[in-house]
């Protein structure tokens, strides 16, 4: 297998046809993309949950006493 460089920090694995195989990222990367399919996850976890308007959730944070009156 070898190894070559596309756009300087992305890095691909080739076999010996010349085909991608794998791809090498930099770790800031990996763990932002992992964040990003953490946060999708969360958002089709939640997409039947029921909704409320921008207004309700201010009235219900202030009678929480998360949201100063």
């Given at each position: 297998m070898r190894?070559?460089?596309?756009?300087?920090?992305?890095?691909?694995?080739?076999d010996d046809r010349g085909q991608k195989?794998?791809?090498?990222i930099p770790i800031a990367d990996y763990e932002s993309l992992m964040e990003d399919v953490a946060d999708l996850a969360?958002?089709?976890?939640?997409r039947d949950d029921d909704r409320i308007s921008l207004n309700e959730l201010k009235e219900q944070l202030t009678a929480d006493g998360l949201l100063p009156r």
């Open positions: 190894w070559y460089s596309s756009l300087m920090t992305t890095q691909f694995l080739t195989v794998a791809v090498v969360a958002v089709a976890e939640r």
